[in-house]
């Protein structure tokens, strides 16, 4: 990956992790994992809970032109920053 126009944020404290994004200035912002993370959140949000069985059929419901391995990525990005937990198969929203 060519690190040419790329932002670099600046790295911040969440929960005693150290946090760095790299932002990809060339792709439109709705293909972008960031922006996906965040229509995911509001949507797991909305819901409080989903059962994994059908996390596929929520990617399709979000947005059916992406990719699913977009979603996965999302939801590994909302996982690491503790926004959403797995408990006895459901994705449930954190606070």
Request: proline residues 4%; aromatic residues 10%; hydrophobic residues 45%.
């Amino acid at each position: 990956m060519l690190l040419l126009n790329v932002n670099f944020l600046i790295p911040s404290r969440i929960n005693r992790k150290v946090i760095i994004m790299l932002i990809d200035m060339d792709s439109k912002p709705s293909d972008t994992i960031l922006y996906l993370s965040a229509r995911l959140l509001l949507e797991i949000k909305r819901l409080n809970k989903v059962n994994i069985a059908s996390i596929d059929d929520l990617f399709y419901d979000i947005d059916s032109t992406q990719p699913p391995y977009k979603f996965y990525l999302s939801l590994n990005f909302l996982y690491l920053m503790d926004k959403v937990r797995i408990e006895e198969g459901e994705l449930l929203y954190v606070s």
